[in-house]
């Protein structure tokens, strides 16, 4: 084992070593008997406490090194409910988009792919222009850029992906000791008043918070700071200058926030370059799917009929056999994201060659594909079909498993929120109605609706029962909207 030395501890070994050297040195020219006896007498007493303080820090890296050990171990238990259940086999890559430029035009003129930029000043939030990198997953994209925020709507991935990182960095530092370590800080459960971020912070160390200096010295920590959007409404004014405090006074090499993207404006906003996740295109669900049920070939054909009932069903299951049959099965993706057939591709047999049913779907508003675009939703949908081998038939019955989930989660989550029967059957049925007006209203295939205006949701559930929902994580309610929490 390689014994490190904390500043301290190295000036000191330092001092001793250098006594040491003089003595000996001039033990070596002293020739009087007397003088010689007491320059070896301190030579012997510098040795040993040159040797002890060898002894101490020896003992201090055995400690240290059993801690980390029960610390990563403890970090990739916990992530394996969050991440590792699909992170592995299941892991579809978000597609992404890399920005660095300041400048600022509506995001309607923008790719849809990830935007990524660095920001200093407090406005409302526009999006980057300049040059811009794409990117098919995220956790490549944060190797690259190393000091990021990852943006995106509920169920996005964001913390997914924070947990995909954490767990990486995790299983590197078990097997090669001495490497970076990861620290997951929970921001939505930083929610004593008293509590500094600092102290927070250390308090997710663990066992190691004792450490906290030399790890930070010997640039062996990762800070993932999740959920900075979740930071109580109520403390927001004397907790998020703390977090800015923090990132200035303890500067690292590499550091990651998520943040919700409508929520990234004004005093949330981080001197960090930006990393926003897009929605799940047909593809990358299609690869989810297989990875998913990959047992066996039954299993593959589960993923295919889940897959072609979000899809629209066996008329665009039918639609891409044509597509196939006329020569077409390299166009997978042109598939889902062609307005209009080519002209170059209606030529020979082609030449009245007409796929108006996949029109039709790609631009149904209430299509099921556009909700599995959302990766929580179609974590959600892939386990109702696993128990059941099929999806409810109505979009609201549909719904009605998402808020049971929603629910159960956070009284998984929050054990102390208590929900008396009447009153959770109530409120059941009033955020489903919710989940419902949100889906029901869109305008286009592309749009995923996720806020009411706050006179919409009043109308269907009572303000009470709306505060009760936001006081229990399930809604966010602003003085002018109401949106779901996950």
């Not at 929580?376 to 099929?390: A, G, K, N, R």
């Amino acid at each position: 084992m390689s014994t490190s030395f904390p500043d301290f501890d190295a000036q000191r070994r330092q001092l001793l070593e250098e006594k040491l050297s003089r003595l000996q040195m001039a033990n070596d020219l002293e020739t009087r008997v007397e003088e010689k006896m007491r320059l070896e007498r301190l030579i012997a007493e510098t040795q040993q406490t040159l040797d002890e303080l060898y002894g101490v820090v020896y003992a201090k890296a055995i400690v240290s090194e059993v801690a980390e050990k029960a610390y990563l171990e403890s970090l990739l238990r916990d992530n394996e409910e969050r991440a590792l259940r699909f992170a592995g086999k299941v892991y579809a890559p978000l597609a992404g988009q890399f920005r660095k430029e300041r400048k600022r035009i509506a995001a309607a003129c923008m790719s849809p792919r990830l935007r990524h930029r660095k920001r200093t000043e407090y406005d409302e939030p526009m999006e980057a222009v300049g040059e811009c990198v794409e990117h098919d997953d995220v956790i490549a994209a944060f190797n690259e850029h190393k000091q990021l925020v990852i943006l995106g709507e509920p169920g996005a991935g964001k913390t997914f992906s924070l947990w995909r990182i954490a767990a990486d960095y995790a299983q590197k530092a078990l097997e090669q000791p001495g490497q970076i370590l990861p620290v997951v800080i929970p921001l939505n459960r930083w929610d004593s008043p008293n509590l500094t971020l600092h102290d927070f912070v250390l308090e997710q160390l663990g066992d190691l918070a004792s450490y906290f200096a030399e790890l930070y010295q010997s640039k062996r920590l990762l800070p993932l700071f999740d959920a900075l959007n979740e930071i109580p409404f109520d403390q927001r004014e004397e907790k998020l200058p703390q977090v800015r405090a923090w990132l200035e006074r303890y500067p690292t090499d590499s550091v990651l926030l998520t943040c919700r993207l409508r929520d990234y404006r004004g005093p949330l906003e981080q001197d960090l370059d930006r990393l926003t996740i897009e929605p799940l295109d047909p593809p990358r669900i299609h690869d989810f799917l297989h990875n998913y049920f990959a047992e066996d070939e039954a299993a593959h054909g589960m993923a295919e009929s889940l897959f072609w009932q979000l899809a629209g069903g066996e008329e665009m299951r039918s639609a891409w056999e044509d597509w196939k049959e006329r020569g077409h099965e390299s166009h997978w993706e042109e598939f889902w994201t062609l307005a209009e057939m080519p002209q170059e591709w209606k030529t020979g047999e082609n030449e009245y060659w007409w796929d108006d049913n996949r029109q039709k779907y790609l631009d149904d508003p209430r299509s099921l594909m556009k909700l599995a675009a959302n990766p929580y939703l179609l974590t959600q949908m892939v386990m109702i079909y696993s128990e059941q081998q099929q999806l409810p038939e109505s979009r609201i019955a549909l719904f009605s498993e998402f808020v049971e989930d929603l629910i159960y989660r956070e009284k998984q989550a929050k054990p102390e929120n208590h929900y008396p029967k009447a009153h959770e059957e109530q409120l059941k049925a009033e955020l489903k109605q919710l989940a419902w007006q949100l889906q029901s209203r869109t305008k286009s295939a592309q749009e995923v609706r996720t806020v009411l205006s706050r006179s919409e949701a009043v109308a269907t559930m009572p303000l009470p029962r709306l505060e009760f929902a936001a006081a229990a994580s399930l809604l966010e309610l602003t003085r002018d909207s109401v949106r779901f929490s996950h």
